[in-house]
């Protein structure tokens, strides 16, 4: 039996009366490399909060490792890219190499140093990608899409149990983006990460996710992408057009 890594039991939540969230039950186990898609407003950062503890739910209960999300302590264990973190200043004193760096820290104890063990762990994740060149740059000194890649980085660099990223491939050029699907496939297959990723990548994210979670305040469809391909509930609520342009993959499997 796999390990839950998340666990959702009706979960509400609502913001000033306004409903954003209702009647949310899942789980994310380990292994699991899970693709959530919807509208906009459809909720979907404010669920990425919630299972992380950074909101409070309205109603029902989320758990990450089997702790309740409001007592959860070992972060170590996860790895989150926010949507559109806010740019680093030009003053800021370090380098891309440190910053990559400080990914490693939250699993370390006091005194938290990084050694020369972890340099091994910064490179494949400076290589993952594309920023060995710009290393030694201070991180004020990059592009917005080139900080991106920094923090995409140092999430990747410990090799959490769940990595959770929000909208993370917006400012990647698609060379990039493909390289950084594969990197997260590889943690994926190899560690048995599990992989939460916020997109809008609708039609591409389906050659690299096993598992869809397309959520409009609530649970629209949650399961696999042959599962939504050939679903009649899910024909019924998008049509088949739409349906199988989200699925991705029975349009390829026609044509081999």
């Known amino acids: 039996m796999p390990i839950s890594v998340v666990s959702l039991r009706q979960l509400c939540f ?15 186990h380990a292994g699991d490399y899970l693709a959530v898609v919807g509208p906009n407003g459809s909720g979907k950062t404010t669920l990425i909060k919630v299972l992380l503890g950074l909101l409070k739910p309205s109603g029902g209960s989320a758990t990450l490792l089997g702790t309740p999300t409001q ?62 060149p710009l290393k030694h740059t201070l991180i004020g000194e990059l592009s917005g899409g080139q900080q991106q890649r920094v923090l995409v980085a140092r999430a990747l660099v410990a090799e959490p149990q769940m990595l959770v990223l929000d909208e993370p491939t917006a400012a990647l050029d698609p060379e990039i ?16 990460t599990a992989v939460v990723i916020v997109t809008h990548d609708i039609g591409g994210i389906g050659q690299y996710a096993s598992r869809l979670l397309y959520l409009d305040k609530k649970v629209i469809f949650y399961g696999g992408f042959d599962d939504f391909c050939y679903s009649h509930d899910v024909t019924n609520y998008f049509g088949e057009f739409s349906q199988h342009i989200i699925c991705h993959r029975h349009d390829r499997k026609e044509r081999n």
């Open 71 to 132: 007592a959860f302590r070992d972060w170590h264990k996860i790895g989150y890219l926010p949507q559109n973190p806010p740019a680093l200043s030009t003053r800021f004193p370090a380098t891309v190499k440190e910053v990559v760096s400080l990914g490693l820290l939250s699993r370390k104890h006091i005194p938290r140093r990084i050694g020369k063990s972890d340099a091994a762990a910064v490179q494949k994740a400076l290589e993952v990608m594309d920023i060995v």
């Open 177 to 192: 983006r493909e390289r950084f699907f594969n990197a997260l496939a590889g943690l994926n297959k190899e560690k048995g």
């Open 14 to 28: 609502t913001y000033q009366s306004t409903t954003v969230l209702s009647d949310i039950s899942l789980d994310i």
